[in-house]
């Protein structure tokens, strides 16, 4: 059984650039949940995928948006890149109630 | 909407003395609780849960977790730590959204330091 991938493991980007970062999930789990986590502080949902719909939101603008395929791997991606959205950006899989099950996370720095 | 407060940012502690990292919540309906473990450089590892049940649950490495409802807390404790069990450790969760989603809020977080 594989954990959650993601990719890539480090990204630099200018302000104002878009980005695409890719996810993974554990074999068998539908739900995938992407986090924002800052320097220092908890990880902050972005949004949340049930088999390919969006399932949550949380308080991220609308340049944020993100895609399930059918095979439940995911992407993120960021629009109009701000100074702000530097953080480590973390990929969630679940079943359920089950606890989700983090990826090792990509690094973005946005120049 | 739930909200979870780690009462202490960090905790300084000798190997093989005990601990307790602390967590309290809020939220309007029922919810389910867990504790995660980040070690530099990494995501989160889940480190143990409560859904149902026993109010106290134990993790495979000596971690426990009692809720008490009553307080609304879910600290986390365990008798004698090791060197490795430094890290930053996060408090979590989770209630039903309208969309029937289980969405987890977490805490700032704890950062565990374990001295020689």
């Known amino acids: 059984e594989t954990g959650v991938t993601q990719s890539p493991t480090h990204l630099i980007k200018t302000r104002g650039q878009q980005v695409t970062l890719r996810c993974s999930s554990q074999?068998?789990?539908?739900?995938v949940s992407w986090y924002q986590q800052a320097l220092g502080q908890g990880p902050q949902f972005i949004f949340q995928y049930y088999r390919e719909e969006e399932n949550g939101r949380g308080n991220f603008p609308p340049r944020f948006s993100g895609l399930q395929f059918p095979n439940y791997s995911s992407e993120l991606n960021v629009n109009a890149l701000e100074l702000d959205d530097s953080a480590l950006y973390l990929c969630?899989?679940?079943?359920?109630?089950?606890?989700?099950?983090f990826g090792p996370g990509t690094r973005l720095t946005v120049t | 909407a739930q909200s979870v407060t780690q009462l202490d940012s960090q905790v300084p502690v000798f190997e093989e003395a005990p601990v307790e990292l602390r967590c309290n919540y809020s939220s309007s309906v029922s919810v389910y609780l867990f504790w995660y473990v980040q070690y530099p450089n990494q995501g989160l590892q889940l480190l143990l849960k409560y859904l149902s049940g026993s109010t106290l649950v134990e993790s495979i490495n000596g971690f426990e977790a009692e809720f008490n409802k009553s307080q609304t807390s879910f600290h986390l404790r365990k008798p004698s730590v090791h060197i490795s069990d430094t890290a930053e450790y996060f408090c979590a969760v989770s209630a039903t959204s309208s969309g029937g989603s289980y969405i987890p809020t977490f805490g700032r977080g704890t950062s565990l330091i374990v001295h020689p």
């Open positions: 074999s068998g789990h539908n739900t």
């Open positions: 969630a899989s679940s079943l359920s109630t089950s606890g989700q099950y």
